[in-house]
């Protein structure tokens, strides 16, 4: 059997390390599935249920792994299905390839069945976006395209019309007119180099050594600089403040940081955000500026691998191009320890009472069910290199603040797309490159309900994941925001009866739970996390249960009243929550 052009791309993949594919078929990519089929013993087919699940699964495939992520959808209605998940890895800078198919090139202009130019409509989203015409074009084109997305840490994209697809591989069709060979390269690259130059780390540790009241920032690019961010805390006697999207850098019950930033952050956080004289910013580019100390208050160093996001966000004075864990080894020995502690230690004290605060509103008392609790309890069973994906809503919140990093624990969901929904597929994902991790999904009910397909998609492909639902019936995040816009919530929440997803488990197999007790989440969530198999507990949790800033200011107290004058529903419940919250913690 002569070698065919879908064979050869997915060989060439298999040269790049590519293991999986996340896809569907259709009949735009008929040439391609039988190149993955003819390479099934180097690259094993995933076969999904929503093309957007297969872009969030390679999206969460390439955040846990730091590989290449690849998602395959077929013309037209596929690729644009693909869209929303590529945009997450886009956001939130990770390599990640869609290959798509395309109609044959002989009528391509005709307004032929699913024409949808995807090289167009896909410029936006990919680094490298690029139609093969002719088989001569691979495996170089395959190879510029790995080699852009890992470069510049994004998506790239092949398109492939139907005939070429299935082309001899060798075929060199027309005649050569330019003073060019057909392209031949190999599937190598390297990275940058990591370490910024001596000049400038000196001038951060100039600076550094200025400071009084230091705080660090750390963000996702700081993920696998773990020891040595601890190592300038302690040297530098400065608190580190983690951006969602790098809650793993640092465990939070360590003494150096004080927890998250921004709507979901801690007080002590903002506080420090607020008193601090200097800042330096590692691996992070948080976009929620108002969370940032101001500026000209503050002089502000940053480590960032990418010149153009050094320094984008507030008036940088040193701004040093690196990887972030060998820039902050260069740094290390250039800082000198400093002996007064009492800034750390005030922000220590904060964190003592902010933890106590926290810990009181993870009760098991409550009817019905505090969402702080379930994650609490999720929290304390897990095991200790368990991977949480989340989706964004009020889910995020309490992971934020009630799931605690330690150990090998990581932590994933849309940092900058901020969409719903990927929680499911990245733990599909994450789970079929790390087999033998735990990986569980925290998510809504409305984020789960929206790719809830994929559940089975775990069932059949018989992968462990664990998928954990605070069912508050509502798209619980969108209802405090319009409170705090100052209006009653509206369009929100779904009829009664909150749906039962449980139900959709055991329907197919897999083991499904419906908790609507407080005393028996526990038992549920143990049940799940030691069933050796796909496994869902669906917890209708108080859909009154406001995520309340780390610090309320004055102006949201009085949007929120202004709400409740205008008429929110369910006024009662809601304060009621409010002053039982507020109660725990004092008596904590
Ligand atoms: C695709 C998409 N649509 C809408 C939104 C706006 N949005 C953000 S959070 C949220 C509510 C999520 O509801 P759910 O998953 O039930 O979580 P909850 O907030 O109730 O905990 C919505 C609608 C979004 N971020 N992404
Ligand atoms: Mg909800």
Redesign the pocket.
């Known amino acids: 059997m002569a070698e065919i052009v879908s064979e050869a791309l997915i060989g060439r993949l298999a040269d790049w390390g590519v293991d999986t594919v996340f896809g569907l078929p259709g009949d735009g990519i008929n040439g391609i599935m039988e190149g993955l089929r003819r390479q099934q013993d180097r690259v094993r087919f995933v076969l999904v249920h929503h093309e957007e699940a297969a872009a969030f699964m390679a999206t969460g495939y390439a955040k846990a792994t730091g590989k290449l992520g690849v998602c395959l959808a077929t013309s037209g209605p596929g690729g644009i299905h693909l869209l929303?998940g590529l945009y997450d890895a886009k956001l939130d800078h990770m390599p990640v390839l869609a290959i798509t198919g395309m109609q044959e090139t002989s009528i391509l202009g005709t307004g032929y069945q699913q024409e949808v130019n995807l090289d167009k409509l896909y410029e936006d989203v990919a680094e490298y976006d690029q139609m093969i015409y002719n088989p001569a074009q691979l495996p170089t084109v395959v190879d510029n395209a790995v080699r852009t997305a890992y470069a510049r840490r994004g998506v790239v994209h092949l398109t492939v019309p139907n005939d070429i697809q299935v082309a001899d591989a060798g075929a060199d069709p027309w005649q050569h007119v330019a003073p060019a060979r057909p392209p031949q390269t190999a599937p190598v690259m390297l990275s940058a180099p990591g370490m910024p130059s001596d000049h400038d780390l000196q001038r951060v540790a100039d600076l550094l050594a200025d400071g009084k009241k230091i705080a660090i920032l750390a963000g996702a690019g700081a993920r696998h600089a773990r020891a040595e961010l601890l190592a300038v805390a302690e040297a530098l006697a400065a608190p580190i403040v983690k951006t969602l999207s790098g809650k793993d850098t640092v465990p939070d019950d360590s003494p150096y940081t004080t927890g998250g930033i921004g709507l979901l952050g801690t007080r002590p956080s903002e506080d420090l955000m607020e008193e601090i004289d200097t800042l330096l910013m590692v691996g992070t580019n948080f976009p929620y500026t108002k969370y940032l100390p101001e500026p000209g208050k503050v002089r502000v160093a940053q480590i960032e691998a990418d010149p153009a996001r050094a320094g984008a966000r507030i008036p940088t004075e040193v701004p040093v191009v690196g990887d972030a864990k060998q820039a902050l080894q260069g740094l290390l020995p250039l800082l000198k320890p400093r002996s007064d502690t009492k800034h750390l230690e005030k922000y220590q004290k904060e964190m003592g009472k902010w933890r106590k605060n926290m810990t009181a509103l993870q009760d098991g008392g409550r009817e019905p069910i505090a969402p702080q609790y379930l994650v609490s309890v999720l929290d304390e069973l897990a095991a200790d290199d368990a991977v949480l994906t989340c989706?964004?809503?009020?889910?995020a919140t309490w992971a934020a603040r009630h799931w605690h990093i330690r150990g090998g624990r990581e932590f994933f969901l849309s940092g900058n797309l901020?969409?719903?929904?990927p929680g499911l597929p990245y733990a599909i994902g994450i789970q079929h490159a790390m087999p033998g991790r735990q990986v569980i999904a925290f998510?809504?009910?409305?984020?789960?309900a929206?790719l809830m397909a994929e559940f089975i998609t775990a069932i059949k492909h018989k992968l462990p994941v664990k998928i954990v639902i605070?069912n508050?019936n509502?798209?619980?995040?969108?209802l405090w925001e319009q409170m705090i816009l100052g209006y009653p919530e509206y369009g929100v929440r779904e009829p009664e009866p909150f749906a039962n997803y449980a139900a959709l488990a055991t329907a197919n197999g897999a083991l499904g739970i419906k908790v609507e007790h407080p005393g028996d989440v526990r038992t549920a969530v143990q049940q799940a996390l030691s069933h050796d198999g796909p496994a869902l507990v669906d917890v209708n949790v108080n859909p009154d249960e406001p995520p309340m800033p780390g610090k309320v200011e004055y102006a949201q107290a009085k949007k929120f009243a202004e709400a409740f004058l205008k008429g929110q529903p369910r006024k009662a419940t809601i304060a009621t929550t409010l002053f039982r919250d507020k109660i725990e913690q004092l008596k904590a």
């Open positions: 929303n989706d964004s809503g009020t889910i901020a969409t719903m929904a998510v809504g009910d409305g984020g789960f929206m605070s508050n509502a798209l619980g995040q969108i």
